[in-house]
């Protein structure tokens, strides 16, 4: 079975430049989790999707990041415009249920690497 | 609001040597606790998870931990570890009824041979 699928593996651009990262999530998931992971601050849930719906998206840093999941087989992670400090992994993750406490478990994608020079 | 500590952000171990990886968590009520792994350049995969029951859980991989109320405590344990085993290792927890796991900073597990 595929798992979480996501793309690009590794991004680099240069700032002011707009960034989407975009993740595939596990097929009969129905929640969607986007981390960003960074030596200083370790990982950081960004965005919390439940049935295609934001559910709490109090950790997106700025107004410079949005999310979308559009159906329940994709969503994106845009950054607009991008900033050096931005330099993350940024993880994708799903789950079967309506919430971890129902399975235990979220399933991560390999990650997204981001470099904003 | 729930917490997890990691206290050791490294751990050396020789190969073929025991190993306890510590977690510290803040939650007035039984949480519901998970430990993961992370290889270098790979997404996190679930070691094991301790909802209720058994305080003492197996994973996979052969580690296992043990649940310890009072002390507020998920200690990860493998007997022997192997060269393979070098990783991340991160303690999350979710509180009843949330439905967002909170992960500690993690311990990155350097063994020698």
């Known amino acids: 079975d595929a798992g979480v699928i996501q793309s690009p593996r590794h991004e680099v651009t240069e700032m002011g430049q707009e960034v989407t990262l975009r993740c595939k999530p596990i097929?009969?998931?129905?929640?969607l989790f986007w981390y960003r992971q960074t030596m200083m601050r370790g990982l950081e849930l960004l965005i919390y999707?439940?049935?295609?719906?934001?559910?709490?998206d109090s950790g997106m840093p700025e107004d410079r990041f949005s999310a979308k999941m559009p159906n329940a087989s994709f969503s994106t992670l845009k950054i607009q415009p991008s900033e050096p400090r931005d330099s993350a992994v940024y993880f994708c993750?799903?789950?079967?249920?309506?919430?971890?406490?129902?399975?235990?478990?979220?399933?991560f994608g390999e990650g997204s690497r981001l470099t904003v020079l | 609001a729930q917490s997890v500590t990691q206290p050791d952000i490294h751990i050396t171990v020789s190969e073929g040597a025991s190993l306890e990886l510590r977690c510290n968590y803040s939650?007035?009520?039984?949480?519901?606790l998970f430990w993961y792994v992370q290889s270098p350049g790979q997404g996190l995969q679930l070691l094991l998870k301790?909802?209720?029951?058994?305080?003492l859980v197996q994973g996979i991989k052969g580690f296992e931990a043990e649940f310890k109320r009072s002390q507020s405590s998920f200690n990860l344990r493998k007997p022997s570890v192997h060269w393979s085993d070098a990783a991340e290792y991160f303690c999350?927890?979710?509180?009843?009824?949330?439905?967002?796991?909170?992960f500690g900073r993690g311990t990155s597990l350097i063994v020698h041979p």
């Open positions: 993750a799903s789950s079967p249920v309506a919430g971890v406490v129902d399975t235990g478990e979220l399933f």
């Open positions: 097929s009969g998931h129905n929640s």
């Open positions: 999707f439940n049935n295609n719906v934001p559910i709490d």
């Open positions: 939650y007035g009520a039984t949480p519901y």
């Open positions: 301790y909802f209720s029951g058994d305080t």
């Open positions: 999350a927890v979710t509180a009843g009824g949330s439905y967002i796991p909170t």
